[in-house]
């Protein structure tokens, strides 16, 4: 399955092409896999409809715009721009790259891949919480960047348009089966979005619990190229076949 590289104003869906360089309109697997259209040869998003239900969306309220298949709404004026997602209570806004996210409660937003979101907030695009879970291997000791859901490049994004801050709390688990060892760590990260800027305000790294004979570490790091975001990157050791999970639970406000 290809990547997505753009999507125009009028719902047109442009992939990644096989060397990663350029753009290609990708064939019918490529769309299907994200749920959208393949039509013409052209990969679309279906376009809007404010329903109760149709074939592939269940819609059950008022005002529910619904760009996609596959997704679950129960309440009004939603708004979600991808598929395979679920929307719970009124006025939730669910941007285009973010299929499998949940959002709970009143004008939570969602950005990320698998991102559940809950908030209650009176202003919308302002305040949530939000669950981002990621997976990944390690085989040596070199710093791995861990994928939301293991879905290599799908991270925690920034979204530019704000200035915001984002308290992280973590807990990091990784199980080395062939040595029946397991390292966990529990900590706390502050990071800022602020004059165009993404800077870590601090990490305090909390409890670790560990079988002694493992040295393993989970971090995280700005990062500017292309899409801003906080990576989650870990390190285990060599000689050792790793499996981690990092699970972030993020408490963030944000304002134009």
């Not at 006025?91 to 991102?115: L, R």
């Not at 570490?217 to 076949?241: K, L, M, Y």
């Amino acid at each position: 399955m290809r990547k997505i590289h753009s999507i125009d104003s009028t719902g047109k869906i442009l992939f990644v092409d096989d060397k990663g360089t350029s753009t290609t309109t990708g064939t019918t697997e490529d769309c299907s896999a994200y749920g959208y259209e393949f039509i013409n040869g052209i990969c679309r998003i279906p376009t809007a409809k404010d329903v109760k239900s149709t074939e592939s969306n269940f819609v059950n309220g008022r005002g529910n715009k619904v760009y996609g298949k596959n997704n679950y709404v129960l309440g009004s004026g939603n708004k979600i721009y991808t598929s395979n997602s679920y929307a719970i209570g009124k006025e939730h806004y669910i941007n285009k790259n973010s299929q499998f996210g949940v959002a709970i409660g009143v004008n939570a937003y969602i950005d990320n891949y698998g991102e559940i979101a809950m908030s209650c907030a009176n202003t919308p695009n302002r305040a949530k919480y939000t669950i981002l879970q990621f997976d990944g291997i390690t085989t040596n000791a070199t710093v791995t960047e861990l994928f939301l859901g293991n879905s290599t490049g799908e991270r925690f994004k920034v979204n530019t348009d704000y200035e915001s801050v984002y308290a992280i709390d973590y807990s990091a688990c990784a199980l080395n089966p062939s040595l029946n060892l397991v390292w966990t760590e529990y900590g706390h990260a502050t990071y800022k979005y602020v004059n165009s800027t993404l800077t870590e305000v601090g990490h305090q790294k909390g409890t670790l619990i560990r079988d002694s004979a493992l040295d393993y570490a989970c971090d995280f790091s700005p990062q500017i190229s292309v899409t801003p975001h906080i990576s989650v990157d870990v390190q285990g050791e060599a000689g050792h076949t790793a499996y981690w999970t990092v699970v972030c639970r993020i408490t963030e406000v944000r304002y134009v």
